[in-house]
Protein backbone atom coordinates (compact mmCIF):
# COMPACT_ATOMS: atom_id res chain seq x y z
CA UNK A 1 0.00 0.00 0.00
CA UNK A 2 1.32 3.45 -0.53
CA UNK A 3 1.57 5.94 2.01
CA UNK A 4 -0.39 9.66 1.32
CA UNK A 5 3.31 11.12 2.39
CA UNK A 6 4.12 10.34 -1.17
CA UNK A 7 1.03 12.46 -2.64
CA UNK A 8 1.81 16.02 -2.02
CA UNK A 9 -1.73 16.85 -1.86
CA UNK A 10 -1.89 15.70 0.94
CA UNK A 11 0.92 17.08 3.04
CA UNK A 12 0.16 19.39 5.78
CA UNK A 13 1.95 22.06 7.82
CA UNK A 14 2.94 20.44 11.59
CA UNK A 15 4.38 22.89 13.18
CA UNK A 16 3.06 24.58 16.61
CA UNK A 17 -0.79 25.68 16.08
CA UNK A 18 -3.36 26.31 18.13
CA UNK A 19 -5.52 22.95 19.66
CA UNK A 20 -7.70 20.61 17.05
CA UNK A 21 -9.87 19.86 19.52
CA UNK A 22 -11.17 21.35 22.97
CA UNK A 23 -13.43 20.36 24.86
CA UNK A 24 -14.58 21.81 28.44
CA UNK A 25 -16.94 20.32 30.63
CA UNK A 26 -18.87 18.47 28.18
CA UNK A 27 -22.17 16.64 29.23
CA UNK A 28 -25.06 14.55 27.28
CA UNK A 29 -28.05 13.85 29.12
CA UNK A 30 -30.68 11.91 26.78
CA UNK A 31 -34.81 11.90 27.22
CA UNK A 32 -36.36 8.42 27.79
CA UNK A 33 -39.62 6.38 28.63
CA UNK A 34 -42.61 6.91 26.97
CA UNK A 35 -43.38 10.65 28.56
CA UNK A 36 -39.41 11.27 28.47
CA UNK A 37 -39.25 11.82 31.98
CA UNK A 38 -36.24 9.48 32.21
CA UNK A 39 -32.60 10.97 31.87
CA UNK A 40 -29.98 8.84 30.94
CA UNK A 41 -26.13 10.47 31.79
CA UNK A 42 -24.49 9.22 28.84
CA UNK A 43 -21.49 11.52 29.30
CA UNK A 44 -20.15 13.08 32.36
CA UNK A 45 -18.11 16.90 31.96
CA UNK A 46 -15.48 15.95 29.79
CA UNK A 47 -12.22 17.66 29.40
CA UNK A 48 -9.65 17.30 26.91
CA UNK A 49 -7.57 18.50 24.03
CA UNK A 50 -6.28 17.31 20.92
CA UNK A 51 -3.22 18.61 18.99
CA UNK A 52 -2.65 18.71 15.38
CA UNK A 53 -1.15 16.52 13.78
CA UNK A 54 -1.78 14.16 16.83
CA UNK A 55 -3.34 10.28 16.86
CA UNK A 56 -5.26 10.33 19.63
CA UNK A 57 -6.93 6.84 20.98
CA UNK A 58 -10.27 7.26 22.94
CA UNK A 59 -11.07 3.87 25.02
CA UNK A 60 -13.37 2.75 27.29
CA UNK A 61 -15.53 -0.49 27.69
CA UNK A 62 -19.17 -0.67 25.69
CA UNK A 63 -21.55 2.04 26.93
CA UNK A 64 -18.78 4.17 28.20
CA UNK A 65 -20.07 6.93 26.03
CA UNK A 66 -17.22 7.24 23.39
CA UNK A 67 -19.62 7.08 20.64
CA UNK A 68 -21.65 10.48 22.28
CA UNK A 69 -18.52 12.06 22.34
CA UNK A 70 -17.56 11.96 18.93
CA UNK A 71 -20.92 12.84 18.02
CA UNK A 72 -20.69 16.08 19.96
CA UNK A 73 -17.50 16.41 18.45
CA UNK A 74 -18.81 16.16 14.74
CA UNK A 75 -22.04 17.87 15.54
CA UNK A 76 -24.34 15.09 14.49
CA UNK A 77 -25.58 15.66 18.59
CA UNK A 78 -25.78 19.00 20.82
CA UNK A 79 -24.43 19.02 24.35
CA UNK A 80 -27.01 19.37 27.33
CA UNK A 81 -24.77 21.43 28.69
CA UNK A 82 -20.70 22.57 28.62
CA UNK A 83 -18.68 23.81 25.51
CA UNK A 84 -15.96 22.85 22.80
CA UNK A 85 -14.26 23.50 19.76
CA UNK A 86 -13.12 21.76 16.29
CA UNK A 87 -10.28 23.62 14.40
CA UNK A 88 -10.80 26.54 16.17
CA UNK A 89 -14.90 27.06 15.45
CA UNK A 90 -17.75 25.84 17.96
CA UNK A 91 -19.09 22.61 18.43
CA UNK A 92 -21.91 22.02 15.29
CA UNK A 93 -20.25 25.16 13.00
CA UNK A 94 -20.93 23.66 9.97
CA UNK A 95 -18.04 25.75 8.13
CA UNK A 96 -15.53 23.14 9.39
CA UNK A 97 -17.56 19.92 7.75
CA UNK A 98 -15.47 20.90 4.39
CA UNK A 99 -12.02 19.89 6.55
CA UNK A 100 -13.25 16.82 8.63
CA UNK A 101 -13.60 13.03 7.44
CA UNK A 102 -15.84 10.52 9.34
CA UNK A 103 -16.18 6.80 9.60
CA UNK A 104 -18.51 5.37 11.34
CA UNK A 105 -18.38 1.87 13.57
CA UNK A 106 -21.03 0.54 11.27
CA UNK A 107 -20.60 2.74 8.01
CA UNK A 108 -24.18 3.01 5.59
CA UNK A 109 -22.80 2.00 2.06
CA UNK A 110 -24.67 1.91 -1.04
CA UNK A 111 -25.15 -2.00 -2.13
CA UNK A 112 -25.64 -1.51 -5.61
CA UNK A 113 -23.24 1.30 -5.82
CA UNK A 114 -19.58 0.29 -6.93
CA UNK A 115 -16.78 1.56 -4.50
CA UNK A 116 -16.12 3.74 -7.38
CA UNK A 117 -19.33 5.10 -7.70
CA UNK A 118 -19.43 5.52 -3.53
CA UNK A 119 -16.27 7.67 -3.88
CA UNK A 120 -17.94 9.91 -6.69
CA UNK A 121 -20.70 10.34 -4.76
CA UNK A 122 -18.79 11.14 -2.25
CA UNK A 123 -16.56 13.43 -3.90
CA UNK A 124 -19.41 15.18 -5.70
CA UNK A 125 -21.09 15.87 -2.05
CA UNK A 126 -17.48 17.98 -1.16
CA UNK A 127 -18.13 19.36 -4.91
CA UNK A 128 -14.59 17.96 -5.91
CA UNK A 129 -13.88 18.92 -9.32
CA UNK A 130 -14.22 15.50 -11.67
CA UNK A 131 -10.24 16.26 -12.69
CA UNK A 132 -9.20 16.06 -9.02
CA UNK A 133 -11.28 12.96 -8.74
CA UNK A 134 -9.66 11.22 -11.55
CA UNK A 135 -6.52 12.09 -9.31
CA UNK A 136 -7.56 11.51 -5.99
CA UNK A 137 -9.37 8.62 -6.04
CA UNK A 138 -6.95 5.90 -7.85
CA UNK A 139 -4.63 7.26 -4.62
CA UNK A 140 -7.20 6.70 -2.19
CA UNK A 141 -8.19 2.67 -3.92
CA UNK A 142 -3.82 2.59 -3.19
CA UNK A 143 -3.97 3.48 -0.03
CA UNK A 144 -6.54 1.58 1.22
CA UNK A 145 -5.23 -1.87 -0.66
CA UNK A 146 -8.56 -1.92 -2.61
CA UNK A 147 -7.52 -3.28 -6.49
CA UNK A 148 -9.02 -1.03 -9.42
CA UNK A 149 -10.78 -4.21 -10.31
CA UNK A 150 -12.83 -4.47 -7.71
CA UNK A 151 -13.82 -0.81 -6.83
CA UNK A 152 -15.18 -0.50 -10.59
CA UNK A 153 -16.64 -3.86 -11.07
CA UNK A 154 -18.28 -5.27 -8.29
CA UNK A 155 -21.34 -3.98 -6.41
CA UNK A 156 -20.92 -3.46 -2.76
CA UNK A 157 -23.35 -5.72 -1.59
CA UNK A 158 -20.71 -8.68 -2.47
CA UNK A 159 -17.69 -6.74 -0.34
CA UNK A 160 -16.06 -8.42 2.09
CA UNK A 161 -16.35 -6.50 5.48
CA UNK A 162 -12.71 -5.69 5.22
CA UNK A 163 -13.41 -4.49 1.59
CA UNK A 164 -16.88 -2.22 3.15
CA UNK A 165 -13.97 -0.90 5.66
CA UNK A 166 -11.47 0.09 3.19
CA UNK A 167 -14.16 2.35 1.03
CA UNK A 168 -15.51 3.58 3.92
CA UNK A 169 -12.09 4.68 4.90
CA UNK A 170 -11.43 5.91 1.95
CA UNK A 171 -14.61 7.68 1.50
CA UNK A 172 -13.65 9.19 4.70
CA UNK A 173 -10.41 11.07 3.31
CA UNK A 174 -11.75 11.63 -0.28
CA UNK A 175 -12.17 15.26 1.08
CA UNK A 176 -8.41 15.47 2.31
CA UNK A 177 -9.36 16.30 5.81
CA UNK A 178 -7.31 18.03 8.24
CA UNK A 179 -9.04 15.85 10.94
CA UNK A 180 -10.01 12.30 10.68
CA UNK A 181 -12.46 10.50 13.10
CA UNK A 182 -12.88 6.75 13.26
CA UNK A 183 -15.09 5.15 15.48
CA UNK A 184 -13.91 1.44 15.61
CA UNK A 185 -12.43 1.45 12.52
CA UNK A 186 -10.81 -2.47 13.25
CA UNK A 187 -14.26 -3.29 14.47
CA UNK A 188 -14.99 -6.80 13.10
CA UNK A 189 -11.74 -7.45 10.71
CA UNK A 190 -9.78 -10.36 10.70
CA UNK A 191 -5.87 -10.06 11.86
CA UNK A 192 -4.86 -9.53 8.28
CA UNK A 193 -7.80 -6.65 8.14
CA UNK A 194 -6.55 -4.99 11.08
CA UNK A 195 -2.93 -4.96 10.30
CA UNK A 196 -4.06 -3.12 7.08
CA UNK A 197 -6.09 -0.49 8.65
CA UNK A 198 -3.31 0.18 11.17
CA UNK A 199 -0.85 0.49 8.31
CA UNK A 200 -3.25 3.22 6.64
CA UNK A 201 -3.58 5.49 10.14
CA UNK A 202 0.37 5.14 10.39
CA UNK A 203 0.68 6.86 6.87
CA UNK A 204 -1.55 9.15 7.21
CA UNK A 205 0.27 9.69 11.23
CA UNK A 206 3.15 10.00 9.05
CA UNK A 207 1.58 13.01 6.38
CA UNK A 208 0.76 14.93 9.56
CA UNK A 209 -2.78 14.25 9.49
CA UNK A 210 -4.79 14.45 13.40
CA UNK A 211 -6.33 11.15 13.99
CA UNK A 212 -8.68 10.57 16.52
CA UNK A 213 -10.20 7.39 17.08
CA UNK A 214 -11.99 4.90 19.36
CA UNK A 215 -11.14 1.21 19.81
CA UNK A 216 -11.22 -2.23 21.68
CA UNK A 217 -8.26 -3.29 20.23
CA UNK A 218 -5.81 -2.16 22.64
CA UNK A 219 -2.73 -3.60 21.58
CA UNK A 220 -3.39 -1.75 18.05
CA UNK A 221 -3.77 1.54 19.94
CA UNK A 222 -0.55 0.88 21.59
CA UNK A 223 1.16 0.62 18.56
CA UNK A 224 -0.11 4.24 16.60
CA UNK A 225 -1.70 6.52 19.57
CA UNK A 226 0.64 9.59 20.59
CA UNK A 227 -1.45 9.90 23.47
CA UNK A 228 -4.85 7.73 25.01
CA UNK A 229 -7.80 8.94 27.03
CA UNK A 230 -10.05 6.28 29.09
CA UNK A 231 -13.84 7.04 29.65
CA UNK A 232 -15.63 4.44 31.52
CA UNK A 233 -19.37 5.40 32.60
CA UNK A 234 -19.63 8.76 30.81
CA UNK A 235 -16.44 9.98 32.83
CA UNK A 236 -13.19 10.89 31.71
CA UNK A 237 -10.83 9.00 34.16
CA UNK A 238 -7.52 9.79 32.78
CA UNK A 239 -5.75 10.92 29.65
CA UNK A 240 -1.88 11.18 28.65
CA UNK A 241 0.95 10.30 26.57
CA UNK A 242 1.56 5.94 27.08
CA UNK A 243 4.93 7.02 28.84
CA UNK A 244 2.98 9.37 31.24
CA UNK A 245 0.08 6.22 32.04
CA UNK A 246 2.47 3.64 31.81
CA UNK A 247 5.85 4.46 32.47
CA UNK A 248 8.84 4.59 30.73
CA UNK A 249 9.85 2.23 28.04
CA UNK A 250 13.25 1.33 29.67
CA UNK A 251 12.26 0.51 33.20
CA UNK A 252 12.85 -2.79 34.66
CA UNK A 253 11.78 -5.08 37.67
CA UNK A 254 14.81 -6.79 39.22
CA UNK A 255 15.32 -9.33 41.46
CA UNK A 256 18.38 -11.06 42.43
CA UNK A 257 21.05 -11.91 45.12
CA UNK A 258 24.42 -11.17 46.16
CA UNK A 259 26.18 -7.82 45.40
CA UNK A 260 27.23 -4.64 46.93
CA UNK A 261 24.37 -2.64 48.62
CA UNK A 262 26.04 0.80 48.26
CA UNK A 263 26.23 0.01 44.24
CA UNK A 264 22.83 -1.23 43.75
CA UNK A 265 21.48 1.70 45.50
CA UNK A 266 22.90 3.83 42.83
CA UNK A 267 21.36 1.40 40.09
CA UNK A 268 17.89 0.50 41.55
CA UNK A 269 14.75 2.61 42.86
CA UNK A 270 13.00 1.26 45.64
CA UNK A 271 15.31 -1.13 46.41
CA UNK A 272 14.09 -3.62 48.93
CA UNK A 273 15.79 -6.93 50.47
CA UNK A 274 14.08 -9.96 51.90
CA UNK A 275 14.86 -12.38 54.75
CA UNK A 276 15.79 -14.93 52.56
CA UNK A 277 19.04 -12.30 50.83
CA UNK A 278 17.17 -11.81 48.21
CA UNK A 279 16.80 -8.29 46.54
CA UNK A 280 14.69 -6.26 44.20
CA UNK A 281 14.28 -3.00 42.58
CA UNK A 282 13.32 -0.62 39.76
CA UNK A 283 15.92 -0.53 37.12
CA UNK A 284 15.94 2.77 34.99
CA UNK A 285 18.95 3.17 33.02
CA UNK A 286 21.21 0.59 30.27
CA UNK A 287 20.73 -3.10 31.35
CA UNK A 288 23.59 -4.22 29.97
CA UNK A 289 25.70 -1.91 31.85
CA UNK A 290 23.93 -2.78 35.22
CA UNK A 291 24.60 -6.60 34.41
CA UNK A 292 28.15 -5.93 33.70
CA UNK A 293 28.65 -4.06 36.85
CA UNK A 294 26.66 -7.38 39.22
CA UNK A 295 28.66 -9.79 37.29
CA UNK A 296 31.73 -7.81 38.60
CA UNK A 297 29.91 -7.31 42.33
CA UNK A 298 29.74 -11.17 42.59
CA UNK A 299 26.09 -10.79 42.28
CA UNK A 300 23.28 -13.08 40.15
CA UNK A 301 19.85 -12.19 38.50
CA UNK A 302 16.55 -14.30 39.47
CA UNK A 303 14.10 -12.36 37.50
CA UNK A 304 14.03 -9.29 35.21
CA UNK A 305 10.86 -8.01 33.49
CA UNK A 306 9.91 -4.57 31.68
CA UNK A 307 8.10 -2.54 34.72
CA UNK A 308 5.67 -0.97 32.61
CA UNK A 309 2.34 -2.74 31.70
CA UNK A 310 1.25 -3.30 28.19
CA UNK A 311 -1.93 -0.90 27.42
CA UNK A 312 -4.83 -3.65 28.10
CA UNK A 313 -3.27 -4.33 31.26
CA UNK A 314 -3.59 -0.76 32.70
CA UNK A 315 -6.63 -0.57 31.26
CA UNK A 316 -8.82 -3.52 32.75
CA UNK A 317 -6.83 -2.31 36.46
CA UNK A 318 -8.23 1.53 35.90
CA UNK A 319 -11.73 0.49 34.70
CA UNK A 320 -11.79 -2.42 37.35
CA UNK A 321 -10.36 0.57 39.97
CA UNK A 322 -13.96 2.58 38.81
CA UNK A 323 -16.03 -0.32 39.27
CA UNK A 324 -15.41 -1.39 42.39
CA UNK A 325 -15.77 2.06 43.66
Avoid at 161 to 173: D, E, I, W
Avoid at 180 to 197: A, K, N, W
Avoid at 217 to 223: D, G, H, K, Y
Wanted: proline share 4%; with cysteine; hydrophobic share 40%.
Amino acid sequence: MKSVADAPNFQLNTQDSPPVVITSDLRKVYRTGFFLNQKVVSLKSCSLTVHKGETFGLLGPNGAGKTTLLKLLLGIIRPTSGRGSLLGKPLGDRSVKQSIGYLPENAYLYDYLTGWECLQLAAGLFQIPRSVQRQRIPQLLELVGLSKSDACKKQMRRYSKGMLQRVGMAQALINNPEVIFLDEPMSGLDPVGRYQIREIILALKKSGKTIFFNSHILSEVEQVCDRVAILTQGELICAGSLNELLGERNTYYVKGQGGDWEILKKWLFNLEFAPDGSWEGELQGDSYDFLASLRLMGGQIIAMKLFRPSLEEFFIKTVKQIGNN
